[in-house]
């Protein structure tokens, strides 16, 4: 079984400062991880994923993710928050094996607030 | 342009009405999966498919069936649908890759729906 959690539901920041949005997850198998980002009435985009490679993972719009196996854990970061950056986003983990493989399993979401 | 999309975007229906959501991807992928999204429940998966005729229940099947006759479409139907299946709907698709299972899902724009 699999099992994804986002530690906040609601962060808030304001315009400039650092972002960390955190994220737990549990896993039978090596894991595929992935963030995705969903706009007020918009679909799901991919920000970055985690497939096995490196540990710290670029993503879009200047996010990183690092993947702690010891932790188990995916934390999201952004050096600088722009007022774009305001969104729900989701940590997601893909079940790489067993009789669910393939299957996604996200997080309740977090939802971050930028403060000019 | 590589895309997942959906039909209808936008549907009002009554209780007990039969009703189609339909799904096409034009990157001949294998995998294809429903999924639901519900405030503070993030998504959850309703039925995926790993190949033509092959599918299987998510996290919440129940009141959903869907068929895959062919490998690009995978609809979600409701038989007869109720209020508590009032939500925001999101097909996608993804390669399959054996002992890998890393391949980024791509996710059509969604169906929002309202059960009266």
């Known amino acids: 079984a699999q099992s994804v959690t986002q530690l906040d539901s609601h962060v808030s920041v304001s315009e400039g400062t650092p972002v960390l949005l955190r994220c737990n997850y549990s896993s039978s198998y090596s894991p595929s991880l992935f963030w995705y980002v969903q706009h007020p009435n918009k679909g799901l985009q991919l920000l970055l994923k985690y497939t096995s490679a490196a540990t710290l993972v670029k993503g879009i719009n200047g996010f990183e993710a690092e993947f702690k196996k010891s932790e188990t854990s995916f934390h999201l970061t952004k050096p600088s928050a722009h007022m774009s950056d305001a969104a729900e986003y989701f940590c997601v983990v893909r079940n790489a094996g067993g009789t669910s493989y393939g299957k996604l399993t996200f997080g309740q979401g977090t939802i971050l607030t930028v403060h000019p | 342009e590589a895309q997942v999309t959906q039909n209808p975007r936008y549907l009002i229906t009554v209780t007990g009405k039969k009703l189609t959501v339909t799904c096409s991807q034009n990157?001949?992928?294998?995998?294809m999966s429903w999924y639901r999204q519900d405030p503070g429940l993030g998504l959850r998966q309703i039925y995926y498919s790993m190949n033509v005729e092959v599918t299987d229940k998510g996290d919440v099947p129940e009141g959903y069936k869907v068929s895959r006759k062919e490998k690009r479409n995978f609809p979600l139907i409701l038989e007869s649908p109720s209020p508590n299946q009032t939500s925001l709907y999101f097909c996608a698709s993804s390669r399959l890759e054996r002992g890998r299972g890393q391949e980024t899902q791509y996710f059509g724009p969604g169906t929002r729906l309202l059960v009266l």
């Open positions: 990157m001949n992928h294998e995998y």
